[in-house]
């Protein structure tokens, strides 16, 4: 049984193709779009002719200024969709000029307002893998909009291939100017021979061993990758926020999220310093996987956090 259709309101102005399976697309509304928050999301939606209407959420990657002329969407083809009717298998055949459904309502609580606050002074590093990148640009292209810098962020992105670090010349011009590097891509399948950027797959860097190099191309000096210096956003594949997570904290660094403060037995009073954004409702860390969760509970008591591991009724409900 098909889908009920959606109803267009909206136009693909412009599509950039990064590759074959990885695009750029601007759409513009019949009427103009609401502001919004850098990190929120928009829905888009197209009819495909005998399945009906699919609707699904992207993060916007411009920045809010932009809003009365488009919302841009940074999107991959999903190669093995779990659904009979993919989004991105229409997305990736439409041309510019053609209709789509962008819904009004641009919702998401993935801002800096709802996690460690617009006060934060502390550096905010923007761990993306893929196409996780969007909520980040929207927030440095901003930034750079209303003030000429981008001071306060750092943004870290992986990718598989060098060509798959989309944006990554406008990110390079705006963030590195100075002697710091704040815009660092890393490839874990290297290509090209004049590839002398990172390498390895983006948590991999927060490695002991590895972010020794990372927060000293940061410029944060000999140990300053710490929460004292710096908070985390997350956005991106459920391994790269789980692995981005467990590594962090060796540096102390503690989760936001509810479910993982219970797992970890985080007293409630302990300020979190990482923030992530998920896409689905697999768990971060199995809640069955007691050897991870008492290794990273070792690794917070080891920085001070004075966790300890529920009662068993309460890790297994994660209540």
Aim: glycine letters at 10%.
């Amino acid at each position: 049984m098909a889908n009920k259709p959606v109803e267009y309101n909206a136009t693909v102005t412009h599509i950039q193709k990064i590759t074959p399976t990885l695009a750029i697309f601007r759409v513009q509304g019949d009427t103009a779009a609401p502001t919004f928050i850098p990190g929120q999301y928009a829905i888009l939606g197209l009819n495909h002719p005998e399945r009906g209407g699919v609707m699904r959420a992207y993060s916007i990657a411009s920045a809010p200024y932009r809003h009365a002329e488009y919302l841009e969407f940074y999107i991959r083809y999903v190669q093995d969709p779990t659904s009979d009717n993919p989004l991105t298998h229409l997305l990736f055949e439409a041309k510019e000029g053609d209709r789509i459904l962008m819904r009004p309502k641009i919702q998401g609580h993935f801002t800096e307002e709802k996690t460690m606050g617009t006060a934060d002074k502390r550096l905010k590093i923007l761990v993306a893998s893929g196409t996780g990148l969007a909520p980040f640009t929207s927030m440095v292209f901003e930034k750079f909009h209303q003030t000429g810098n981008t001071d306060g962020y750092a943004i870290i992105h992986g990718a598989s291939y060098d060509y798959d670090l989309g944006y990554r010349e406008r990110l390079d011009d705006i963030m590195n100017r100075g002697t710091a590097k704040r815009y660092i891509g890393t490839v874990s399948r290297p290509k090209h021979l004049d590839w002398h950027g990172y390498v390895g797959r983006v948590e991999s860097h927060f490695e002991p061993g590895k972010i020794e190099k990372l927060e000293e191309d940061l410029g944060l000096g000999k140990g300053g990758f710490n929460p004292n210096n710096c908070t985390i956003m997350i956005c991106g594949l459920q391994g790269t926020i789980q692995n981005t997570i467990t590594n962090l904290l060796h540096r102390g660094f503690v989760p936001g999220d509810r479910k993982l403060h219970r797992m970890f037995g985080i007293p409630e009073d302990v300020k979190p310093s990482i923030y992530y954004e998920q896409y689905d409702t697999t768990p971060i860390i199995d809640p069955k996987n007691e050897q991870l969760i008492d290794e990273c509970i070792e690794r917070l008591r080891k920085n001070g956090i004075p966790a300890q591991k529920p009662a068993p009724e309460v890790a297994a409900t994660g209540a």
